[in-house]
C-alpha cells in the first residue's frame, strides 16, 4: 500500500497530471486500508485533492501530521513514521501503476473470499451472531450458511469497471470516428441480439449490452414463448449463449418446450417432418413415428457443434437482481452470457433496503436494478437483459377494445418500466388470434430507435414456435432478417 501512496503524492519524480491520474484509479478501485496510518494518509490526500484539485507534496502531508495535537504535542508519530516508508517507496505510472492496483485488489479479494469462506463454514457448524440491519442475528445450519455466502459473494466478482464513465465530448472527436468506423465495418459487433423477427430486428437491430427489454403480455398469452423463441434462435442461429432464469416455470416444463420448439425447424419440415405436440410429448402420447422423429430432434439439439450454450435456472427460493447477478456473473466466467432473460419480473424480491408495504415501490425497485445489472454486468461491459412483465386485466380489457395495442399504464404497478426499460414490446391474443395462429406484437417504448410498427406474427400454438408470418398466404415473406419463415396455409 506504501507504493500506492508514494504514487499519488508528490514526493518529485511524478508529473502532477499522472500524480492526478493516479488518485482517480485509487479512488474509484475500492481498496481497502489495512493499516490505520495509510487510511489517515489517504483520507487527507483526498480531502486536500477536494478542496485544491491538485496532489499534495510530501512536505505538506508530514507538516499536517505534526501539527495534530498543537503547538506542543509531537503531532501524529506513528503517521509521520509511516510517511516515512511511503516516501522510501517505488512509484508508479499509467499502466505500471494500473496494474499495481489490479494485483492489490485481486490479493484483497482472495483474503476476503477465504474470510467468507470461513465465516459460512463456522455457520454451517457451529452457528454464529450476524449483525445485519444494525441488528445481531443468529445463523445456523446448511441453509443459513449458504444463503450467507451466496448474499455476500456478489462483491466478489465485481472487478474493477474498464468501461469509460465520465470526459469532455469536445476531446473526444477522434474516438467519435474510431466508433463510426467499426459500426460501419463490423455489423455483427455494434448490432446486438435479434428476435429473429423481421419487423422488430430491421428496426432495433437486437437488443444490446446494457440494455433492458421489458416484453408485458397478460397471463397465458406468449411471454414465455416469446423469451423461449427469443432464446432458441439465438443458440441456435445466431451463436449467442444464453442463461435464463425463471421464478415461475419448473425446469422441465422449459426444457420441454425448447425441445418441442426445436422439433419446428425449418430443416425438419425440409425432410418431411411436421413440429410435435407440445402436450403428445408432455403425456407421453406420440406415436412411434412420432417418437423416432423426437429422439432424433433430441439428438441434434444436444450434439449440434453449431449451437451454443442454453442455461436456465428454475431455482426454489425468493431471489433479488442481485442473486441473479450474481449467478450470470459467476455463469459468465464459463460461459460469455450474450442475453440474460429474467422470468418474470413481477416475482423478483425487492432487496432488503428496497422492502416495502407498497408493491408497487418495490416493483419499481426492481426495474431499476434490472437496468442497473444490465449496465453494470462484466467490469461495466454490460449485458443484454429480457424481463417478463405481466399485463393487468384492466390493461387486457382495454388493448382488446383497441384491437389488441397495449398501453403503458397495462404494466401491473410497473410505472417504472416508462422510465428504466430501454425497450417495452407487448403480444396479444384473443380467440380470433388463436383461431389463426398468430398474435399481434406492438411497441410501448424503444428509447434508442424508432418504435417498430404492430405486426402480426405467425404462432404455432401445439409447439410454442413463433415466426414471422408469409404475406397473404403467398410464401413471400417481408425482407429482414428471420431464422427462418414458414407459411402453414401451404401445408
Known sequence: MKRLLRSI????????????????????????????????????????????????????????????????????????????????????????????????????QKARAVALLKEASDIIVRGVEIRENGEKVRKQGVEAGIQHLLGRALSLVEP?????????????????????????????????????????????????????????????????????????????????????????VPYQQLRRQIYVIHSANTKWRRQGHRPLDYRKVRDGDLSPDEELFFQKVIDDFCNNPEYCHFDA???ARDLTIDDIRLD???????????????????????RKKKQNRDYTIELNSVLRDAKKLALQFNSGQGVPVLMLFQINRQGKEEATKNQGRYKMSALSYANEAERS???????????????????????????????????VASVDLSCRRIMNRT???????APGMAVEEFDYANV
Open 313 to 315: 435456472r428454475t431455482p
Open 471 to 477: 404475406i397473404y398466404g403467398s410464401g413471400v415473406v
Open 328 to 350: 450470470a456473473e459467476l455463469t459468465h466466467k464459463q460461459i460469455d452470457v450474450g442475453l440474460l432473460v429474467i422470468d418474470h419480473g413481477g416475482l423478483v424480491e425487492a
Open 160 to 248: 474493477q469497471t474498464t468501461a469509460r464513465t465520465k470526459g469532455d465530448f469536445r476531446l473526444d472527436g477522434m474516438d467519435v470516428w474510431n466508433e463510426y468506423q467499426e459500426a460501419k465495418s463490423n455489423k455483427d459487433k455494434v448490432w446486438g441480439r435479434l428476435t429473429g423477427l423481421n419487423e422488430i430486428d430491421k428496426v432495433c437491430h437486437g437488443i444490446k449490452r446494457g440494455e433492458l427489454w421489458v416484453h408485458a403480455a397478460f397471463a397465458a398469452e406468449l411471454k414465455t414463448s416469446f423469451a423461449l423463441n427469443w432464446c432458441y434462435n439465438l443458440v441456435t442461429r445466431y451463436r449467442t449463449n444464453v442463461l435464463y432464469v425463471s421464478l415461475e
Open 421 to 455: 426499460a430501454d425497450t417495452v414490446t407487448t403480444t396479444f391474443l384473443d380467440e380470433e388470434h388463436r383461431r389463426n395462429g398468430t398474435t399481434l406484437f406492438c411497441n410501448l417504448k424503444n428509447r434508442d430507435n424508432p418504435l417498430f410498427e404492430p405486426f
Open 9 to 108: 503524492i508528490d514526493f518529485g519524480g511524478i508529473t502532477p497530471e499522472n500524480l492526478v491520474q493516479n488518485f482517480q484509479k485509487v479512488n474509484t478501485a475500492g481498496l481497502q486500508w489495512i493499516q490505520p496510518p495509510d487510511q489517515r494518509i489517504f483520507d487527507f490526500v483526498r480531502e486536500y485533492f477536494q478542496r485544491h484539485l491538485e496532489m499534495p507534496s510530501g512536505l505538506t502531508v508530514r507538516d499536517h501530521f505534526s501539527s495534530m495535537g498543537g503547538p506542543s504535542s509531537e503531532g501524529d508519530i506513528e503517521t509521520i513514521e509511516r510517511l516515512k516508508d511511503v516516501a522510501a517507496a517505488a512509484s508508479y505510472i499509467r499502466t505500471n501503476f494500473a496494474q499495481l492496483v489490479t494485483n492489490l485488489i485481486d490479493d484483497q
